[in-house]
């Protein structure tokens, strides 16, 4: 590999530490599971890697629900990682079941978790935790966040921070999420909102405090959709419920919503679903956390660059698609390939660059596309029979709702 100059300046921790003999050195910006598993593979093969994240600490945020891991991709990233037998720990049995309810609480579907699924449920934050923990101390410089890059030339790149400190390195990757820092340095892309979004809240201890609900919702996870609406949710740990509203509303409609005001929030969401089965509407009107939106946004379906030397990205910085159960996945499985690349050619960085970017941009692409289909299944205006054909492997087109 080539040797990296990587420099802090105006910084009061000084340079970066920790380089192998060649001088190799990896600058990784973000650390979400995309970015600690790149860290994680590149540790594995002796090659040092730091990690820039915004946030103060691990702790900092709650890190969302329920990841679905699968055998094809973020399953195979953690066994390059080393690290099946941690993730095994981590599997909250029976979370495969899936229910699908009609607003009526009619049950149109129910399949439960007889153990032979390939997607065992992990929660995001012990997995990140699980990662983190799999790091050399001091890996991730905590409380770095980005305002801006610089090409320097000569594949080497500037990375500014809010407190005016820098980095210049000559191997950069934005593992930094939808709104990547890094990303103005190969493409102009930006991701536009797809016309809908999720508001999100919790139930806790469901099977004594909320027992409709949380008999409603089963072991594993519930749908229960009509186009354009739905309320989905998962069943975390113990009694935990964690629930997604979706509405298909522009973003105005969501900003005549006083989101400062969680009941006013609560009582505008649950009256889109007025008349429903009070099992469904108390999974909005009985939360017990202030509700949060979460806007969908997406970056063009097979969004690609042309190669700029000693930059890449992976996960949503590369390839954010509408939600299709693959994002932390592919973000994984991106950081343990481009680490395997980085291994595998020492003396031919832009190489291996290369060789990853080209397969991640197919992998990224049949995922976007794939996850466009998804969404017409879950929001289309043949739901929720749509989605019980994908799971029973019917047709369902000749089906209305």
Do not use: C
Not at 16 to 32: C, K, L, N, Q
Not at 147 to 172: C, I, M, N, Q, Y
Not at 232 to 255: C, D, I, K, N, P
């Amino acid at each position: 590999m080539t040797t990296q100059d990587t420099r802090s300046t105006q910084s009061a921790e000084g340079t970066d530490s920790g380089e192998s003999a060649d001088g190799a050195h990896v600058t990784i910006i973000g650390a979400g599971l995309g970015g600690l598993t790149l860290a994680r593979v590149l540790h594995v093969h002796g090659i040092p890697a730091t990690v820039y994240e915004a946030e103060a600490s691990p702790t900092a945020r709650a890190q969302g629900g329920m990841l679905d891991i699968h055998d094809y991709n973020g399953q195979l990233a953690l066994e390059t990682a080393g690290l099946t037998d941690e993730f095994r720990d981590l599997i909250l049995e029976g979370r495969e079941a899936i229910r699908v309810l009609g607003p009526d609480g009619t049950l149109l579907f129910d399949k439960a978790d007889d153990g032979t699924g390939v997607r065992p449920e992990v929660l995001r934050g012990e997995l990140r935790r699980m990662l983190l923990d799999s790091l050399p101390a001091g890996t991730v410089r905590w409380g770095h966040k980005v305002s801006g890059t610089r090409t320097l030339g000569a594949g080497r790149h500037e990375v500014t921070f809010s407190d005016g400190t820098t980095v210049v390195t000559s191997l950069l990757v934005g593992a930094d999420g939808a709104w990547s820092r890094v990303r103005p340095l190969l493409t102009a892309a930006t991701p536009e909102y797809v016309g809908m979004s999720f508001v999100e809240t919790y139930l806790f201890d469901s099977d004594t405090r909320h027992p409709a609900s949380a008999k409603a919702v089963g072991g594993g996870s519930l749908f229960a959709l009509t186009p354009g609406r739905g309320i989905l949710a998962h069943r975390e740990s113990g009694g935990t419920l964690h629930t997604y509203v979706m509405l298909s509303e522009s973003r105005e409609w969501f900003a005549g919503i006083d989101f400062t005001d969680p009941a006013a929030v609560t009582a505008r969401i649950a009256k889109e679903f007025d008349g429903w089965a009070p099992e469904l509407t108390a999974l909005i009107t009985d939360g017990e956390t202030a509700p949060v939106l979460r806007p969908l946004n997406a970056l063009p379906v097979g969004h690609r660059w042309d190669r700029v030397p000693g930059v890449t990205l992976l996960g949503d910085a590369a390839h954010l698609s509408v939600p299709n159960g693959e994002g932390a996945n592919l973000a994984m499985y991106d950081g343990a390939e481009l680490g395997k690349a980085l291994a595998a050619r020492p003396e031919d960085v832009e190489g291996a660059l290369a060789e990853y970017e080209q397969a991640m941009f197919t992998r990224g692409a049949e995922a976007a596309a794939e996850g466009t289909e998804l969404h017409e299944l879950l929001y289309g205006d043949k739901t929720p029979h749509s989605l019980i054909a994908m799971f029973t492997g019917g047709e369902g087109d000749d089906q209305t709702p």
